[in-house]
């Protein structure tokens, strides 16, 4: 079975359980105290198997079903067998790296859900193939201009602090997202590059 099949899998059945178990919720989520205090250092990954709710959820995997399978191949044919799982759980840990260390001493603050290790697949994606057509909202675009919108937009929201999305997350994965891929692969920059001289809409 595909890797991303079973993340995805994963990640639905322990969101299902989360949602009507409030200790299970909580002994995953991202806790800061609880990193900081108990040394509970599972949940920098953890808080990416729970979600707020089912449209949370669905928006998360949707997006990880179609991209994570291009990327999973591409990951396995680089790193091997495993290697997209490493890929998505080191995005789980960098993207909430800058979240957790901002609020570590905060009591109140907790976050939850994958769409900062979604946002890396996503990136990575657009990184190999910025002129593919995606769906956002029913609106067909060519997944880099999608790319700097989703940008803009994050670092708006995340400078303004306002809502219960944690903007931040979603620019780290991002940036994880590339970074990590033009480490193991430098080439795939020149392929980029010579991918946006040739526009396609």
């Not at 990951?75 to 957790?100: D, H, N, R």
Request: aromatic letters at 14%; a positive charge; glycine letters at 6%.
């Amino acid at each position: 079975m595909p890797i991303t099949l079973i993340l995805i899998a994963i990640t639905c059945v322990v969101s299902f359980m989360a949602f009507n178990n409030h200790r299970l919720m909580n002994d995953l989520i991202l806790w800061p105290p609880a990193i900081e205090r108990n040394r509970e250092y599972h949940r920098l990954v953890t808080y990416g198997l729970i979600h707020a709710d089912f449209s949370h959820l669905l928006f998360n995997m949707i997006t990880l079903y179609f991209f994570g399978r291009s990327m999973e191949g591409f990951y396995t044919g680089q790193l091997g067998t495993l290697g997209f799982v490493l890929f998505y759980i080191g995005a789980l840990v960098v993207s909430i790296l800058p979240t957790y260390l901002k609020n570590r001493h905060n009591a109140d603050y907790r976050s939850l859900g994958a769409s900062g290790a979604v946002s890396a697949v996503l990136f990575a994606f657009i990184l190999l193939s910025p002129w593919s057509r995606i769906i956002v909202l029913v609106v067909p675009m060519p997944a880099i201009i999608y790319a700097v919108l989703y940008t803009v937009y994050s670092i708006y929201m995340d400078r303004r602090g306002a809502g219960n999305v944690n903007h931040s997350a979603h620019l780290w994965g991002a940036a994880y997202g590339v970074a990590f891929t033009l480490m193991i692969r430098p080439e795939v920059l020149s392929h980029f590059l010579n991918q946006l001289s040739q526009p396609r809409f």
